[in-house]
């Protein structure tokens, strides 16, 4: 694959960070649906708030999960990365910011 141009490289990072975004947005916008719909009022039912609560928890679980993939697809995409599973490791260290610099992309 030939390398873009610059401005074709800022132009697609900024596209897929649109993306990234609006899955975010998407994600965290079910996860709040999911608890004012389930969520319990009664001050008893303090067993039901902790098995609601964890899948919330969950639903933001995935959601970052479907971001990393996002990216992770994208580098394969782009022969980045020569395969999803370091593409992933790569996409899921840098997104959570750990950066172990033990997998590097090529300068292309």
Sequence with gaps: MQPLPPFGEIAFGSLLLVASTMLHGLGMY???????????????????RQVVFGGLILMMLVTHMAEIMLWASM???????????????????????????????PRA
Excluded: K, M, Q
Aim: cysteine-free.
């Design 30 to 48: 079910l996860t709040l649906a999911a608890f004012d719909r389930f969520w319990p009022i009664s001050p008893e039912a303090r067993a039901r």
């Design 75 to 105: 580098l394969v995409a782009t022969e980045s990365v020569p395969n999803f599973r370091d593409a992933f490791y790569y996409a899921s260290v840098t997104y959570t910011t750990l950066g172990y610099e033990d997998v590097v992309l």
